[in-house]
């Protein structure tokens, strides 16, 4: 009996954990926009590289590096012409991670037009790939104060028009 209980608790913890350390290899691009598309590990390859630094909240600068969440939006369509203006500034971007944590950025935070600040969906931290609590893909928002809207374990970003309730 209790043989079988170590071995019933094994098996859960070993599940557990590995869930829990499951990394998840892709970001489904979508919500309104014209071609959504899976982010993989290829995408990574096949799109241009870019890097950002930014502090952490320890205080120390990191050099994060990956794609350009600008051209994630241009490669999906977002936006008609790639113009933002008229009805297009109603639209955001929300986030979603492994964890349920979700954070919205609005278009002019991300478009070159708008803003100095690159956004980026980082696969690296300092030329290594992120720790798996982090990863694989992480957001990075460099122009903020506090890094809470860098939203780890990204597996989502969909495109969604605001309406006045
Ligand atoms: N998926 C996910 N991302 C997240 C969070 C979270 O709880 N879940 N916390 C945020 C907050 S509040 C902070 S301050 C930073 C911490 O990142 P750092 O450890 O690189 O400083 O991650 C942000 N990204
Ligand atoms: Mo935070």
Redesign the pocket.
């Known amino acids: 009996m209790k043989k079988l209980s170590v071995l019933i608790l094994t098996f859960f913890s070993f599940g557990l954990s590995g869930r829990l350390l499951a990394q998840s290899a892709e970001v489904a691009v979508g919500g309104d926009v014209a071609k959504p598309f899976k982010i993989t590990a290829a995408t990574f390859a096949e799109m241009k590289r870019v890097s950002v630094k930014v502090k952490?909240?320890?205080g120390k600068e990191h050099e994060y590096s990956g794609i350009s969440v600008f051209e994630i939006l241009t490669k999906a369509e977002a936006v008609p012409n790639n113009q933002l203006r008229g009805k297009s500034l109603t639209k955001y971007l929300l986030v979603s991670?492994?964890?349920g944590?979700q954070i919205v950025l609005a278009l002019p935070e991300i478009d070159p037009a708008f803003t100095d600040q690159t956004v980026i969906l980082a696969n690296k931290e300092d030329g290594k790939d992120l720790a798996a609590n982090y990863g694989p893909f992480r957001l990075i928002v460099p122009g903020d104060k506090?890094?809470?809207r860098?939203?780890?374990?990204v597996t989502s970003m969909d495109v969604l028009t605001a309406k006045k309730p």
């Open positions: 952490s909240k320890d991670a492994a964890d944590y506090k890094p809470a860098s939203a780890m374990r």
